[in-house]
């Protein structure tokens, strides 16, 4: 079955440059989340979209920005980066419309910043 | 606001014991639970999920989770322990029916000894 795809896999990038992240969700979902994952820390919620609209907002900078395309695939823009910006970023999706409760994580994007 | 917290950040067995992994929940409105695994250097996997149907919840792997509203828990058990089970668990508890945004717990480590 299809998963998550997430680009790049890895990413090092130095202070204050900018990074793009891309999330490709299972055919046909609805809904992307972005997780961000600190070292040796608990995932934390950043952005979601539901049908290419902004649905929940939570502890993202505002150095960052994100949004869902028109093939539902999503971005998320991260400029002048910053050391503590490293961590495992994941992208999970879901189909709302269906009412599942079930959200599928990609295998997430291990950006590096030195 | 929603919450969890798993309690022991690291648990050891023995290979063939049980398997018992803790997490307490807190929500103003009826929760919906999950329970995730992340192998090292990957994602999240889903083992299984509460969405107010059966207490008893059934998932991948052997693991299975009782949902307790009087004790406010949701513990993870698997009655006889792998080596292929060590990893990373993650307790989560999902806003507006699951559809929104996971709070994740700080996740507990367990090592399977053999």
């Known amino acids: 079955a299809a998963g998550v795809i997430q680009s790049p896999r890895h990413l090092i990038k130095e202070k204050r440059e900018t990074a793009t992240l891309k999330c490709y969700p299972i055919?046909?979902?609805?809904?992307v989340y972005w997780y961000q994952q600190g070292p040796g820390q608990d995932p934390q919620f950043l952005i979601s979209?539901?049908?290419?609209?902004?649905?929940d907002k939570g502890s993202i900078p505002d150095r960052f920005s994100a949004q869902q395309f028109s093939d539902y695939h999503s971005e998320l823009n991260m400029s002048s980066l910053e050391l503590g910006d490293s961590a495992l970023y994941f992208c999970?999706?879901?189909?709302?419309?269906?009412?599942?409760?079930?959200?599928?994580f990609g295998p997430g994007t291990r950006l590096t910043v030195t | 606001a929603q919450s969890v917290t798993q309690l022991g950040s690291h648990v050891s067995v023995s290979e063939g014991a049980l398997v018992l992994l803790r997490c307490n929940y807190s929500?103003?409105?009826?929760?919906?639970l999950f329970w995730y695994v992340q192998y090292p250097n990957q994602g999240l996997q889903l083992l299984l999920k509460?969405?107010?149907?059966?207490?008893l919840v059934k998932g991948i792997n052997g693991f299975e989770a009782e949902f307790k509203k009087s004790e406010t828990s949701f513990h993870l058990t698997k009655p006889s322990a792998h080596m292929s089970d060590a990893a990373e668990y993650f307790c989560?508890?999902?806003?507006?029916?699951?559809?929104?945004?996971?709070?994740f717990g700080t996740g507990t480590r367990l090592t399977i000894i053999p």
């Open positions: 989560a508890v999902g806003a507006n029916f699951g559809n929104e945004k996971l709070t």
């Open positions: 979209f539901y049908e290419k609209m902004q649905s």
């Open positions: 929500s103003s409105v009826p929760p919906y």
């Open positions: 999970a999706s879901s189909l709302r419309q269906a009412g599942s409760y079930e959200q599928y």
């Open positions: 055919p046909r979902h609805d809904t």
């Open positions: 509460y969405t107010s149907a059966a207490t």
